[in-house]
């Protein structure tokens, strides 16, 4: 009985092929990691039942393989509906909710061949990059469970890094696959949007900040949970045609000569909690010894009016999704203040201050395109402070700054995010008290194939969640 989960997608594969191993085999070792960690750790709820699970696992050794993630455990993020499984959003109003179907990303993962064991935790409806609920409580990071795991994939990532998961699905709006990782010492990778699209419901043409990606211990794993989520759905506008194996471009040669630029603080426009940037630069030497050129580069636009734009946009966003909940008193005084002030911003905006908001997100995509045509990548950190208190909503302040709202701390996401760019984070090591740090390495759209090769060619050279994994919990 293994203690973590410490392999591949791979090799799981092979020593299954090899019968040196079974999927009941690997189910029982899953579960064992599960009971012995999670407990002070809590990334995986709704789990289910241990004899069901090695059932299920038994079948998958004595059928044939239906997919890349055959036999393989994972557990879905709770804002994905999963058919018979506890899908709460995080929130009292749907605690004990039993969904009667999957959605799209969920029956994509299971066509695959995975076992669904149950869900990862996250924040009420996923706001705020700090994974903390009042349905299942905090989630702190493997690295210190006194820290939060961040969010708001938190349990996706605390599962990967005790080893309790080898891949983990996400969803991004405002950094939620790549802060989480980078407070986990993992990757979580955003596709360009529409790569992976969202469930056709509601409003599919207007609101385009959020999408879901994977989550994994290798860009390799990261490329194979991909290959299995990305496709158009036909009710989706936006979704894109399904792209080559994004596993077959990281097998390709790695990639040479690159220039990327690094932005840094933005001009001191982020405030960073010292030795963030330190790490982040240290991490991009090994794309200089690769044989990148990396460049630093000025603050390409006022980062204020990408504030405006993201906070805006993002409040439309949530009161189109929420509004009914909100207008309903009783259900109202279950929301979270984070999900109030959300709904209360987009509720506010005037018919012009949308067009204001759209206009300054064009300006800026088309600065994007112009800063793609001199670079192949650009790079930020993934977050402005290390792991905080998990009893701590939000960080207020930043050296001397004061946080304005629960999420200025995380304003740093916003240039990928706000225009739907592909964006991964890559561990960068570990701050004197040894909390995990990561950036991101943002590309143009459509390069998703381009960033998970420099994802893959930097992991070779560092493996810095092979090399440093968390201490297990006794």
């Known amino acids: 009985m293994v203690d973590r989960i410490d392999f591949t997608l791979a090799e799981v594969h092979a020593l299954v092929a090899a019968r040196q191993y079974s999927y009941e085999q690997f189910m029982k070792d899953t579960l064992h990691c599960i009971h012995r960690q999670n407990l002070e750790i809590n990334a995986i709820v709704a789990l289910q039942d241990d004899e069901d699970l090695l059932a299920q696992a038994k079948r998958a050794d004595e059928t044939p393989i239906s997919g890349a993630l055959h036999g393989i455990p994972i557990a879905l993020k709770d804002l994905v509906n999963v058919a018979n499984i506890v899908t709460t959003f995080g929130s009292p109003l749907f605690k004990g909710n039993t969904p009667g179907q999957d959605d799209v990303i969920a029956a994509r993962i299971r066509a695959a061949g995975a076992i669904i064991i149950g869900k990862t935790n996250t924040p009420e409806f996923g706001f705020g990059s700090q994974t903390y609920n009042r349905v299942y409580g905090e989630t702190a990071t493997p690295y210190d469970l006194n820290k939060t795991s961040g969010g708001s994939s938190g349990g996706a990532a605390a599962a990967l890094a005790s080893g309790m998961l080898i891949v983990a699905d996400g969803s991004d709006m405002m950094g939620s696959l790549r802060n989480p990782a980078a407070f986990c010492n993992v990757y979580g990778f955003r596709p360009t949007y529409g790569v992976v699209p969202n469930e056709p419901d509601g409003d599919v043409f207007m609101h385009q900040l959020s999408t879901v990606g994977p989550m994994a211990r290798t860009p390799n794993d990261l490329a194979q949970l991909l290959d299995v989520m990305a496709g158009p759905i036909s009710a989706h506008p936006h979704s894109l045609p399904k792209p080559p194996a994004f596993t077959q471009a990281i097998a390709d040669a790695p990639p040479s000569g690159m220039r990327i630029g690094w932005l840094g603080d933005w001009e001191g426009a982020l405030p960073m909690e010292p030795g963030v ?32 734009s993201w906070t805006q946009l993002r409040g439309l966003s949530i009161a189109a999704s929420l509004g009914d909940t909100y207008q309903d008193e009783l259900a109202k005084a279950q929301l979270k203040p984070e999900a109030v002030f959300e709904i209360e911003t987009g509720l506010a905006l005037s018919a012009s201050d949308i067009v204001h908001a759209s206009a300054l997100r064009a300006q800026w995509f088309a600065k994007t395109v112009q800063l793609f045509s001199q670079y192949d990548a650009l790079v930020l950190p993934s977050s402005q402070v290390f792991p905080f208190d998990k009893t701590l909503p939000w960080p207020k302040l930043i050296n001397d700054r004061t946080m304005d709202t629960y999420h200025r701390w995380m304003e740093v996401v916003v240039p990928a995010s706000l225009v739907g760019l592909p964006a991964v984070n890559v561990p960068v090591g570990f701050s004197a008290n040894q909390l995990p740090m990561g950036m991101q390495l943002i590309g143009a759209k459509h390069a998703d194939a381009t960033l998970l090769q420099l994802a893959q060619q930097y992991h070779i050279a560092t493996q810095w969640p092979q090399k440093r994994p968390p201490a297990l919990v006794s």
């Open 277 to 308: 940037t330190a790490l982040c630069e240290q991490a991009l030497s090994v794309f200089e010894q690769s044989g990148h050129q990396v460049e630093h580069l000025a603050a390409p636009l006022d980062l204020e009016k990408l504030w405006t």
